[in-house]
């Protein structure tokens, strides 16, 4: 049963594709200087919408809502680096991933913290964004540590930079970038401490369309569209995993 205003996702050609995603992700999911949606995501939908032949929507909307949407039907899919996890297969189905990353640490300069298993003691701080897997694996364990929870990862990251947390959980990628964004104040601790697989997000028991985008992604990887998203947008991020040989998030 699909939720007032929603409807089941349809695979008919010529039907809007309504994606799901938070734009303020960058440079995966975000908006341009005049306000619209940019970065590596909203172009894998637009080529996504494109090989199925369907108009596309970009819906946006805070992380921790894009599940909820797509159960009711007001979306079709979510694409919004997105970690499949079973506990989210309980409630979604996933596509097959397109990027491979894991859980980092951003801690202050002069921090003693030197690996996630410091952050276990009580008395630490920690600030995670609503919905991810950074919170849902502190939850799990690190049980003694003292949360705090925002919507949006820039808070996450003043948190760090002022001193009111002692560590901010997020994606290896997200981590360089706000280490080099703060090198007064912060410092990454970049090896993951958990991998994790991306995917695009559909609702339960929509085979079909899970089937198109499965379809999608191996075309897409075949003719190199990942390794050209990256170059446009993660130019940097690349070749330091390169150095550090890390392979590739996108791949």
Same mark, same amino acid.
């Given at each position: ?18 994606? $799901? ?38 819906? +946006? ?35 097959? +991933? ?84 703060? +090198? ?16 695009? $997000? ?12 499965? $379809? ?8 190199? $569209? ?26």
């Amino acid at each position: 049963m699909w939720g007032c205003g929603g409807k089941p996702p349809s695979t008919a050609t010529g039907e809007v594709l309504r994606v $799901g995603m938070d734009l303020r992700y960058p440079p995966f999911e975000m908006q341009d200087k005049a306000g619209h949606p940019d970065g590596v995501s909203v172009r894998l939908a637009e080529a996504l919408a494109a090989h199925l032949g369907r108009p596309l929507a970009i819906v +946006p909307m805070d992380f921790s809502g894009l599940i909820p949407a797509l159960k009711t039907g007001n979306i079709d899919l979510i694409i919004s680096s997105m970690t499949a996890t079973d506990e989210r297969r309980e409630s979604l189905d996933f596509s097959k +991933p397109y990027a491979f990353t894991g859980l980092a640490l951003l801690v202050r300069k002069d921090s003693q913290i030197q690996s996630v298993a410091d952050l276990a003691k009580a008395g630490n701080t920690i600030a995670v964004k609503a919905g991810t897997t950074g919170e849902i694996w502190a939850i799990k364990h690190l049980p003694d540590a003292k949360r705090v929870v925002f919507e949006d990862q820039s808070a996450c990251v003043l948190e760090v930079v002022a001193g009111r947390a002692d560590a901010f959980i997020y994606d290896q990628l997200s981590i360089y970038k706000y280490a080099a964004e703060n +090198p007064a104040t912060t410092r990454g601790l970049l090896q993951p401490f958990v991998e994790e697989e991306w995917a695009i $997000g559909a609702a339960k028991g929509h085979a079909a369309l899970l089937g198109q985008v499965n $379809g999608f992604l191996d075309e897409f990887r075949a003719r190199d $569209g990942f390794g050209k998203l990256g170059e446009q947008y993660l130019r940097d991020e690349k070749k330091f995993l390169e150095a550090a040989g890390i392979p590739f998030i996108l791949r």
